[in-house]
């Protein structure tokens, strides 16, 4: 497989891009404890429950219950005796 340079030239911005939002919400979160924690108190309430939410979103959780359901059965506790 070969990249043609559209392909590399995105990856670059891409990578750039990332670096230098970074970089820039690194400097403003150092300033003090509440521009860390709390964005300087300057967040409205939807971003930091958007916030909160992303990190619910995971596969892990999901894939134990179902790998669970898939090894013993979802009706398990009435088939013993």
Do not use: C, E, Q, R
């Amino acid at each position: 497989m070969s990249l043609s340079y559209i392909d590399i030239a995105i990856i670059f911005a891409y990578v750039v891009g990332v670096l230098i939002l970074g970089f820039y919400f690194s400097n403003k979160a150092s300033k003090n404890l509440s521009y860390y924690f709390l964005g300087g108190n300057k967040l409205p309430w939807y971003y930091l429950g958007l916030s909160n939410a992303s990190g619910m979103f995971d596969i892990s959780g999901t894939m134990w219950t179902v790998g669970i359901l898939f090894v013993y059965g979802p009706f398990m506790k009435y088939l013993t005796p």
